[in-house]
């Protein structure tokens, strides 16, 4: 019989993450992802783009997500299929770059970017889902605990992600050592998969019934967004914390100009990255129930990263860069998922979820316009103080929003 907070369920959703990040942390779009398409492609903007695919692929679907999800009593029966999709793409990435490889690096490129679309095609179907289950299962103090404990897993995956990363492009030659990773890291991927596939759904009993058609269903959608003056507020927020991504991507390419990066350098920038996910988790997140504090000291954290990034010119001074990237990344996305659970009604959660996700991911786009600046001025100045100014600006209004409030 299904009880709320059980155990049982927390540890299936913490495997889940511990096995995903063991698996994803190898196309991290601050460190490897970068240096991966930068081998294949010295453009910029081809950077910029590639690291938008990784997630901007799902701001599509959201929304068509949310039309189907607010009728369903149940939503893991369909994640499943979004689990068996995302490993599928992954897994392709890594037979694209063994058999194409060098030899047609336009090809390869091509199909690498198809994967990583997929893979946050699909994420757009999943995040939806994913959000509706925590919601059906944990309790909001409950939640943020077992958020933090998946942050803390993750960190821990990926620090071992790192090393084994950090090995695997010391000890063989680019691109193979890429598909390497691609290949061995898409079952790692399966085994989180198939842990929270096994979760104990309960049966939602406030449903809405689904409109006749995806266009009526947006319409409804925009009425509610008009409505809700605390939803848009909290959008522009968390639309502003992905200012960061004008700019990191290319922080590591930046540390490669200064002095030549080895595959232990960059695995132990992951590391660092992953150390500051656990220490944020462990000390200061989890403790942190009020999720609008929460948010704003992750600008904080953001914030005084890139301001060390405009002075860096060591491998110290980076992996401090490093270390705050990641007390700050977990923050932002543990405050971005407990708000909008927060303030939606539960019969409604599917279509607020959708709304303030596909909104927001329009931010994801923000590494393309970084590589345009770069292209165009190539001044890695410019893209710090600009993320720098917008990540100022997001906490200024994040310091307005109130506890849950709508």
Do not use: C
Request: proline fraction near 2%; glycine fraction near 8%.
């Amino acid at each position: 019989m299904f009880k709320i907070d059980d155990p049982k369920n927390n540890y299936r959703n913490v495997s889940h993450a511990f096995f995903l990040a063991l698996g994803i942390t190898i196309a991290e779009p601050s460190t490897i992802l970068p240096l991966m398409v930068h081998h294949f492609s010295d453009s910029m903007i081809i950077v910029g783009v590639f690291a938008s695919l990784l997630r901007g692929g799902a701001i599509v679907v959201q929304l068509y997500a949310a039309f189907h999800a607010q009728a369903y009593k149940k939503v893991l029966p369909y994640l499943r299929k979004v689990f068996f999709f995302r490993f599928m793409s992954w897994f392709m990435i890594g037979v694209v770059i063994f058999f194409l490889g060098e030899t047609h690096k336009t090809l390869t490129l091509f199909f690498i970017g198809l994967g990583l679309f997929f893979f946050s095609f699909t994420a757009g179907f999943g995040a939806i889902y994913f959000k509706e289950l925590q919601a059906k299962l944990f309790s909001k103090t409950y939640r943020g605990k077992t958020m933090a404990n998946r942050s803390v897993a993750g960190a821990i995956a990926s620090i071992i992600s790192g090393g084994v990363a950090g090995y695997v492009l010391q000890h063989f030659e680019a691109p193979m050592s890429y598909a390497y990773l691609f290949l061995v890291s898409s079952f790692f991927m399966a085994i989180g998969f198939a842990s929270f596939s096994t979760i104990e759904e309960p049966i939602k009993e406030k449903v809405l019934v689904k409109e006749k058609s995806f266009k009526l269903f947006l319409k409804h959608a925009r009425v509610l967004l008009k409505s809700d003056k605390r939803l848009q507020e909290q959008i522009v927020v968390i639309f502003l914390g992905f200012s960061y991504f004008l700019s990191m991507p290319f922080v590591i390419l930046n540390a490669n100009n200064m002095f030549t990066l080895t595959g232990w350098m960059l695995g132990g920038f992951i590391t660092l990255q992953m150390i500051g996910s656990i220490l944020g988790s462990t000390f200061l997140w989890r403790k942190i129930s009020n999720y609008e504090k929460m948010l704003s000291l992750s600008f904080v954290f953001m914030i005084v990263a890139f301001i060390l990034a405009l002075f860096a010119n060591n491998i110290y001074m980076y992996g401090i860069i490093f270390l705050l990237f990641g007390v700050a990344l977990d923050g932002f996305n543990i405050a971005g998922m407990n708000m909008v659970i927060e303030i939606a009604p539960e019969e409604k959660r599917p279509i607020y979820t959708a709304l303030q996700v596909t909104l927001t991911s329009f931010g994801l786009f923000f590494p393309i316009l970084g590589g345009l600046i770069l292209k165009f001025i190539g001044s890695y100045t410019v893209i710090y103080l600009l993320s720098i100014g917008l990540l100022v600006l997001g906490l200024g209004l994040s310091l307005r929003l109130k506890e849950g409030s709508r």
